[in-house]
């Protein structure tokens, strides 16, 4: 299992990075602080999916460090780079606390998040550019999504694969032993 990372120096968030970027990648800055992320987040008490991207292949996009997410968040994505995917846990205070989020977080909730950072960027200002360029910008995250479930996919059908062959020859194995000790009785 990857190392885990106290990002919070108290326990309170706890990153493990499940898939690292590439060496070149970006991470978010001061000048590209908008993050695109594709995520799943799950009850740590019971394993529930409360929210997930994953359904409708989506993005969700925020401004790093402007406290329009959970903390967890801030402390998490600025530690990573695109094309990296980390789980993410995170005690209540750093995430909806006492109040939890109703009627999906229970109060005082402990939450699990699987996090892929898609992309970064600057934040967009007055000159804003063409709904021509955001909609290629949009059609690129897409590609990059399906090209990303479709290797998740791929890994899935290989591991059960091996898995399958790992249990023909225990099968086979076995199957042989059985065969080898026939025979094997004293004559009378």
């Known amino acids: 299992m990857s190392e885990e990372i106290d990002l919070s120096g108290d326990g309170g968030v706890i990153k493990t990075i ?6 070149d990648a970006v991470a978010p800055t ?5 993050v695109d ?12 999916v409360f929210d997930t991207t994953h359904e409708d292949n989506t993005v969700f996009s925020f401004e790093i460090g402007k406290g329009s997410v959970i903390k967890s968040w801030d402390l998490a994505l600025k530690t990573m780079k695109v094309g990296e995917i980390a789980k993410i846990t995170c005690k209540p205070e750093y995430g909806y606390g006492s109040a939890g989020s109703p009627p999906d977080i229970p109060p005082n909730a402990t939450l699990i998040f699987e996090v892929e950072l898609v992309a970064c960027r600057p934040r967009k200002s007055s000159n804003l550019g063409s709904a021509s360029e955001e909609r290629a910008r949009l059609e690129e995250l897409k590609k990059q999504r399906e090209i990303a479930a479709a290797t998740k996919e791929e890994e ?15 099968q086979a194995k076995l199957g042989s032993k059985k065969v080898q000790g026939k025979g094997k009785g004293k004559a009378k």
Do not use: M, N
């Open 30 to 34: 001061t000048d590209s602080p908008v």
């Open 18 to 23: 499940l898939r690292h970027a590439k060496a």
């Open 37 to 48: 992320v594709h995520y799943e987040g799950v009850l740590a008490e019971t394993g529930e």
């Open 156 to 170: 899935k059908k290989k591991r059960e694969e091996a898995k399958a062959a790992a249990a023909a020859r225990i």
